[in-house]
């Protein structure tokens, strides 16, 4: 699957909610699986993105000569993620705060926010996140 698909994964929003409403299972070797980020790439497991909301996992592996972390990025919409393992680490870029998010816990980062994910342990670091309404 390729980049392509986001807005529309696995079936558009309208589509879905047309009556009687569609649903369905979205089993694992079906998600839209994407490296994301072009200057420090991250893989990005999709379940759902659609015209309301965008679901899905984000990896941060662990190595090289320094810490790991994810491009810069900001949303249209409110992003919350869950960390499932970690802890994920979260730069506000133009505040310069760090937070450090723990397996277990979830954050909160409003529309707009300027944030990078950063992996500063020797493990992979893992979070489910959903965004809601735009990417």
Do not use: C
């Not at 079906?30 to 996992?57: A, Q």
């Not at 320094?66 to 133009?94: M, Q």
């Not at 954050?107 to 996140?129: M, R, S, W």
């Amino acid at each position: 699957m390729s980049i392509d698909f986001l807005g529309t994964w696995p079936i558009r929003g309208e589509e879905a909610r047309r009556k009687p409403a569609r649903m369905m299972v979205v089993s694992r070797d079906k998600m839209l699986r994407l490296i994301h980020g072009e200057r420090t790439p991250m893989y990005v497991i999709l379940y759902v993105s659609n015209d309301l909301l965008h679901v899905g996992e984000f990896v941060i592996p662990a190595g090289g000569p320094s810490v790991r972390a994810s491009d810069i990025e900001d949303h249209k919409g409110d992003e919350v993620f869950y960390v499932i393992e970690g802890p994920v680490s979260v730069f506000l870029t133009e505040t310069k705060q760090t937070f450090e998010v723990q397996e277990g816990d979830a954050f909160l980062i409003p529309e707009g926010t300027k944030h990078q994910y950063v992996n500063f342990t020797d493990k992979t670091v893992k979070a489910v996140f959903a965004m809601a309404p735009g990417i």
